[in-house]
Nanobody
Framework: QVQLVESGGGLVQAGGSLRLSCAAS????????MGWFRQAPGKERDFVAT??????VYADSVKGRFTISRDNAKNMVYLQMNSLKPEDTAVYYC?????????????????WGQGTQVTVSS
């Protein structure tokens, strides 16, 4: 059974940093795309970043501030978030796709974590 478990969320002041972690178990995703999404109250789940064998892709809203990385040996994915803004407040979800190409839409991800809350105060 595949499980994705996020950690690292919390409350931080604007301008601060957080590092989210996602631990995958049940299978490896070395050759697959993994990503981060976020969902604010009353809004849809939005793409944040993805990483696959060829590189990384970011949403325009986080480009230059967030960095996605992975450790295939540990089956982990990370999201380093710097220069956080109040509008970054959301539940952040880790996702894994069975596809190898760049995946930026929710419908193309096959596995999801339970989410971790990130709150940025002004």
């Amino acid at each position: 059974q595949v499980q994705l478990v996020e950690s690292g969320g919390g409350l931080v002041q604007a301008g601060g940093s957080l590092r989210l972690s996602c631990a995958a178990s049940g299978r490896t995703f070395t050759s697959n795309s993994m990503g981060w999404f976020r969902q604010a109250p009353g809004k849809e789940r939005d793409f944040v970043a993805t990483i696959n064998w060829s590189g990384t892709v970011y949403a325009d809203s986080v480009k230059g501030r967030f960095t996605i990385s992975r450790d295939n040996a540990k089956n982990m994915v990370y999201l380093q978030m710097n220069s956080l803004k109040p509008e970054d407040t959301a539940v952040y979800y880790c996702a894994a796709s069975l596809r190898a190409g760049v995946v930026v839409t929710t419908t193309r991800y096959d596995y999801w974590g339970q989410g971790t809350q990130v709150t940025v105060s002004s």
